[in-house]
C-alpha cells in the first residue's frame, strides 16, 4: 500500500486540516500519517483559538516518521509561525521527500488567520523550493506575489511568477473568481486550465485541504502530474457536490469513498469491455 504523509493543523470540527487530509487519503487507498503543526479549536463557523505546537515536538513527530515508515507523498497545510515552518524546512531537507504537495494555507474561509505575516518569507524561501506542486487559491497567490489577480492572463503571470520561486509546478485554484471555479496548471512550460463547474453550496469546508491532499494521493499512487491534478479535481468536485449540512456555518465536503471507488470500478471494466 501506498503511504503519504500530511504536516498540517488539526481542526476540532472535523472538515478541514489533518482531518480532511486522512479522509481523503483514505478514500484514495493510501495509508495515511500526520504530523500536526497546532491544534485549533474550530467548528463550521469559526476558529476559536489556536495553539501551536512545539517545534521540538514537530521535529520529532517528523523523525518518528521518516525513521521507520516509507513516507511516498508529503501533504504541507497550515504552518502558521514562521518557527514553525523553519523547523518543518529543516526537518524535511534532512530526508529529502520525492513529492511534496504544499497547500499554502493562510486564511480559514470564516477569516481566521492561519499563517502569521512574518512566516510568508519562510515559506517562499524554504518550502516552495522543496515543492512537487504548490496549490494556492486566488487571495494565497496574491499574497505569494504581491499583485492583483483578476483574469486569465492575471493568472498565468501570477502562475510564472510563483514557479520562479522554485516550486516544479504551479496549480492556482481559480475558485475565489466569479464565474466558473477554473484552476490553472503550470508545469514550468505548459499552461493547462483544469476547468469545474460551479456547484452553488455554503459547505465549502476543506476544499483546498481536500484537493491537495487528493492530488498527493494520486501521486503517491503513480500517476503523472497532470493525472494527478484532473482526477483530484474530479473528486473535489464529487465531495463539494455532496457536502453535508453539518454544523451552522461552511459545512464539510463528503469523502465520498463507495462513489469515488465505484466510479472508477465501473470506468476500469469499461476500458476492459467487461
Ligand atoms: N463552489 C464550488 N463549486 C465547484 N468547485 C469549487 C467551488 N469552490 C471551489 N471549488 C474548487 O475547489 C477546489 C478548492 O479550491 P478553493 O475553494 O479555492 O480552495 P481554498 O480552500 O484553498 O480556498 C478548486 O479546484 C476550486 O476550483
Ligand atoms: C487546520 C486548518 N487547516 C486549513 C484550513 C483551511 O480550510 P478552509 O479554507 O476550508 O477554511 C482550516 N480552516 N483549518
Known amino acids: 500500500m501506498k503511504t503519504a504523509l500530511t504536516i498540517a493543523g488539526s481542526d476540532s470540527g472535523g472538515g478541514a486540516g489533518i482531518q480532511a487530509d486522512l479522509k481523503a487519503f483514505s478514500a484514495h487507498g493510501v495509508y495515511g500519517m ?24 514537530i521535529k520529532d513527530q ?28 529543516a526537518s524535511l ?63 498565468m503571470e501570477a502562475c510564472r511568477s510563483m514557479q520562479s520561486l522554485g516550486a516544479k509546478a504551479v496549480l492556482l485554484k481559480g475558485g475565489h473568481l466569479n464565474g466558473e471555479p477554473n484552476d490553472l496548471l503550470f508545469d514550468g512550460e505548459i499552461f493547462t486550465w483544469i476547468n469545474g463547474t460551479r456547484i452553488h453550496t455554503k459547505n465549502t469546508h476543506g476544499t483546498g485541504c481536500t484537493l491537495s491532499s487528493a492530488i498527493a494521493a494520486n501521486l503517491a ?5 497532470i493525472e494527478a491534478v484532473q482526477e483530484a479535481k474530479k473528486y473535489i468536485t464529487l465531495a463539494i457536490t455532496h457536502s453535508l449540512e453539518i454544523g451552522n456555518g461552511h459545512g464539510p465536503t463528503h469523502h465520498f469513498y463507495e462513489l469515488y471507488n465505484n466510479a472508477k470500478l465501473v470506468k476500469k471494466l469499461l476500458v476492459k469491455g467487461i
Do not use: W
Not at 68 to 89: F, Q
Open 34 to 57: 500526520s504530523v500536526i503543526t497546532a491544534v485549533t479549536a474550530q467548528n463550521t463557523v469559526e476558529v476559536r483559538s489556536v495553539q501551536d505546537i512545539e517545534t521540538s515536538i
Open 93 to 155: 531537507q534532512i530526508y529529502e521527500p520525492a513529492i511534496v504537495v504544499l497547500d499554502p494555507v493562510m486564511v480559514s474561509k470564516g477569516g481566521h488567520h492561519l499563517l502569521q505575516s512574518d512566516a510568508i518569507s519562510v515559506l517562499k524561501e524554504k518550502i516552495i523550493p522543496m515543492a512537487t506542486i504548490i496549490t494556492p487559491n486566488i487571495p494565497e497567490a496574491e499574497v505569494l506575489v504581491r499583485g492583483n489577480i483578476q483574469s486569465a492572463e492575471d493568472m
Open 62 to 89: 517528523i523523525e518518528a516518521v521518516f525513521d521507520d515508515i516509507r513516507v511516498d507523498a508529503v501533504k504541507i497545510g497550515m504552518l502558521s509561525s514562521a518557527k514553525t515552518a523553519e523547523t518543518v524546512a
Open 221 to 225: 499512487n503513480g500517476a503523472s502530474l
